[in-house]
């Protein structure tokens, strides 16, 4: 597993890049900056600082009492909600900000659904005084207009983005124009472990920090590892960071929780990995929500942050070779 994804950028039949020519250079120059940031202490030694000074890891992997009780089984939670600006995202952006200022880049983009990667990537590029414009769908604007107001304070420019369904899907479609039109000057901070390689490999690395200090947290607490790790998935940053640290870990069964919006049958769900298909979207070759035509459809879900019609190619791969199971949960079970 420590060789997924492979030279080409492939986690099995999944990942790879499809992409316009005028990205190749860009993301191989991403890729070289990302090898030597891996071997050098000064990067690891700098990033660590902020994840601790800046955005206050570790989080506490909290004993959730009453929940343990009502279920007959003991759950604890781990407080990503806790980290400056509310959510893991955190974790991503500021690695990706660091490596930007590697490239001798000023300016930074990103997406954003439910608006806490928008959050995070303007905090990062505030505290490194870098430029920052955010893509936003118009639909999701007004859903979280409060992470709007918080992006504008940080002096980040929020684009409304009024073209499809005016959701994430076509927030990154955006941002991915952008990019191709100023691809010197700009790194684009992309927010989970999708799009074409390199992306869902250093997502996946920058989040790894949550599954890493849940298994010692675990160990310390009960002095054993859990049974199952479960996590909701949208593109699958978050969940694919607490996995991956326990992928050797047979007996730890992973279960990614998909949003089925009004169900699984009505048209208007998210549930990629469960009722989608194989084909390419941003870039990557995984499981999307697609037409017979293979135009890809409309995702649903009462969450801003899990309405994306595809899912990380290494969550593909996962599903391919059975390490992990997907289940979809609906808008109101998940408030049940």
Not at 14 to 31: C, Q, R
Not at 147 to 165: D, I, T
Not at 313 to 331: C, F, G, L, S
Request: hydrophobic share 40%.
């Amino acid at each position: 597993m420590a060789r997924l994804p492979d030279y080409k950028g492939y986690f099995g039949n999944f990942g790879g890049m499809f992409i316009s020519e005028t990205l190749v250079k860009a993301l191989k120059d991403l890729e070289q900056c990302y090898s030597q940031a891996k071997k050098s202490p000064d990067f690891r030694k700098k990033l660590n600082f902020y994840l601790s000074e800046f955005a206050g890891r570790p989080t506490p992997l909290y004993f959730a009492q009453r929940l343990s009780e009502h279920f007959g089984l003991k759950i604890y939670l781990k407080r990503e909600d806790l980290l400056h600006t509310g959510a893991h995202k955190i974790n991503n952006t500021l690695g990706q900000v660091l490596l930007c200022l590697m490239m001798g880049k000023k300016r930074v983009i990103a997406e954003t659904g439910a608006g806490q990667h928008g959050v995070a990537t303007a905090v990062a590029a505030a505290r490194f005084g870098l430029e920052c414009e955010v893509f936003m769908g118009q639909e999701d604007m007004h859903r979280q207009q409060l992470n709007v107001f918080r992006m504008e304070l940080l002096g980040a420019k929020v684009s409304c983005v009024k073209s499809g369904s005016m959701t994430l899907k076509d927030a990154t479609n955006e941002a991915i124009r952008n990019w191709i039109a100023t691809i010197r000057t700009t790194h684009y901070v992309l927010g989970s472990v999708v799009g074409p390689h390199p992306y869902p490999m250093i997502v996946r690395n920058f989040q790894t920090v949550i599954g890493k200090e849940a298994k010692r947290q675990i160990i310390r607490k009960e002095g054993c590892l859990p049974d199952y790790l479960i996590a909701c998935i949208g593109g699958g940053s978050n969940s694919m960071g607490l996995f991956y640290p326990f992928f050797k870990d047979k007996k730890v069964k992973f279960i990614g929780l998909e949003a089925a919006g009004l169900g699984i049958n009505s048209g208007k769900h998210a549930a990629s990995l469960v009722k989608g298909s194989v084909g390419v979207l941003h870039g990557s070759k995984s499981y999307l929500l697609q037409d017979k035509d293979g135009q890809v459809k409309i995702a649903h879900s009462i969450s801003a942050g899990l309405d994306y019609p595809g899912v990380g190619p290494e969550h593909a791969y996962y599903k391919q070779i059975n390490r992990a199971d997907y289940v979809p949960i609906t808008d109101s079970q998940a408030l049940a």
